[in-house]
């Protein structure tokens, strides 16, 4: 699986930005998707998570009740909507596919480029 994130930019505070990313491969429906984030200095750290049908996600406590993250089987692709967007939010957002549900990035056996979001107060 080749994965191609992409809806990075950037972004005023409490404003909303929409992050893509875009799978290659006919088993994209059959991976649970992730979205991590790296904050200059600090360490790769989970964002959310989809399982492969849809029915379960799961959201670091920083972004609960503001980050979703749909996915599309059929246009391969799984987002993260980012609502009320904070200056701490600001890293390089990675998605990320595994073969089982987690939220443990070391599981995760495919991963994106990585998409810049700043957030400017």
């Known amino acids: 699986v080749q994965l191609q994130a992409s809806g990075g930019g950037l972004v005023q505070a409490g404003n909303s930005l929409r992050l893509s990313c875009a799978a290659s491969g006919r088993t994209f429906s059959s991976y649970t998707m992730g979205w991590f984030r790296q904050a200059p200095g600090k360490e790769r750290e989970f964002v959310a998570t989809i399982s492969w049908s849809g029915d379960y996600t799961d959201y670091a406590d920083s972004v609960k009740d503001r980050f979703t993250i749909p996915r599309d089987n059929a246009k391969n692709t799984v987002y993260l909507q980012m609502n009320s967007l904070k200056p701490e939010d600001t890293a390089v957002y990675y998605c990320?596919?595994?073969?089982?549900?987690?939220?443990?990035?070391?599981?995760?056996?495919?991963w994106g480029q990585g998409t810049l979001v700043t957030v400017s107060s």
């Open positions: 990320a596919a595994a073969e089982y549900y987690t939220r443990t990035a070391g599981a995760y056996d495919y």
